[in-house]
């Protein structure tokens, strides 16, 4: 089966009567949206670094088309490589439909039906062709939960339609609703449709039973592994509301979309810093056009889990563990991930100053039963994908990628006192930067790693130490900081 389907756009929540008019406005309701930044050369100079859009880099790098023809939607032969815009807002404009937006139901019903006519246009009554039609399912804030209420809600489609698809990628779409100033958007607020984003609300339309916690799993009703999250990070550059929202929103946030709100459970995800949309929006950015196409076409992925060992306290704060006093601190860990060759853009990107890092309690992983875990909770730092088809011929097979580490405490409290002898900021226990390599073998892999601080990268490196499907990469510091770096590496069919 090939790896390229057909895609289809699903865009995001459009408020106001004004903004639902620039919306089908637009052929490709934002997916054509591009962005330009200033940078700085070698020598000083500055020039300007263009990302055309979404769009256009599929047309150029991957030889998709649209679907428009002669002024009208699907009117020409379909191909795998084509881009369908789902133009769901259109009928909430009196010009196009009735003044009335869909409700997110009704929306995925005709997402349905859409994906069925692509089926019906591009294979006809070839039945072989027809069992292996799939389509990538790729959408912006809203629409990732109008995809979720045709993947989840068995009132909306059948289990042929969802088979259909085979992966889909949300651009800061709210999996778990929105909150304003640690609120959830209440139930009664039908302006707008903003209840679209209750978490009650959302319950009932993703076909969930009675009224969970929390809305952001799958249920079992779709592949986790066939979902990709990407979480924007950049709160302060949003500004819709004229500002109003990012302040609401508050800086674990993408400036609408809480960073922890922003996936669903088990699904692989990425953080890039960017805002929920405009000049600095996630979707107009090289890193989610780059996340987008290795989850869509790449063939490798490759997870990090850091296992701790040993995490050392500062001599004073030992001096008081060791004379009986109530000790605690809890733990950022810090991962940012690039393939070789990325000179502009990071695949993700998980940082203390955008409030991203993953952040463990001392308890959770060091004494798991003590927090009431079966096991300790080992920081999950990053889930990657990888394009073996991009190598060179002159680089042979070896895929290469950094990833940046950084272990830091954050405030040490002794007998619940913060504790400020000593205390120095930004101080950590461990920082390095690792260069993975890793050459696929028939059996497996062949894992090599540098630790690039220290040593130039160009160095064949260490071999990585094998455990079953994991490769085993050990961490430490002069401070006595001990941890294993497990990657897992897996080909994708």
Sequence with gaps: MSQFHPIIYVRGYAMTASEIADTVSMPYMGFNLGATKVRQSWDGSIYKQVFESPMMRLMKDYGYTDAFSDGAEVDRDITPKTVVIYRYYDQADRDFGEGKPLSIPAAALQLGDL???????????????????????????????????????????????????????????PHNGIEMAGINVPAFLGLWDINNFNRSVMADYLGFDGKPSRVDSLDGKFDPDRFFCLVGTNQQDYGAAKGVSKWLAGKMSDGLVAIENAAVQGAPRAFVYRSHSGP????????????????????????????????????SVEKARKEGRRVRASYYFEATVSPRGARSFR????????????????????????????SARSPMLF???????????????????????AVSATDYFVDGAPWTEHRVEGEYLYRDTLTLKMTPTEDGWNLRYVTTDEQWSERGGSKAEQDGDNYLIPLASKKGFKAQLQVKLRRRS
């Design 280 to 315: 600095y929006g996630i979707v107009n950015s090289e890193d989610g056009y780059q996340n987008l196409v290795r989850f869509l076409f790449g063939d490798v992925r490759v997870d990090g889990v850091m296992n701790v060992e040993s995490l050392p306290l500062p001599p």
């Design 115 to 173: 994906i069925l006519n692509i089926r019906d246009q591009l294979c006809g009554d070839d039945m072989d062709r027809r069992a292996e039609f799939r389509v990538n399912l790729v959408a912006h804030s809203m629409g990732g939960l109008v995809c979720r209420c045709l993947l989840q809600n068995g009132g909306i489609s059948s289990p042929a339609v969802r088979q259909i698809v085979d992966k889909v990628f949300t651009y800061a779409t």
């Design 383 to 405: 889930s990657a994908f990888l394009d073996s088809s991009k190598i060179t011929v002159d680089r042979g097979r070896t895929m290469v990628m950094t990833v940046e580490l």
């Design 347 to 374: 695949l993700t990107e998980r940082r203390k100053e955008t409030f991203s890092a993953v952040l463990r309690k001392f308890d959770e992983m060091m004494k798991p039963k003590r927090a009431g875990l079966d």
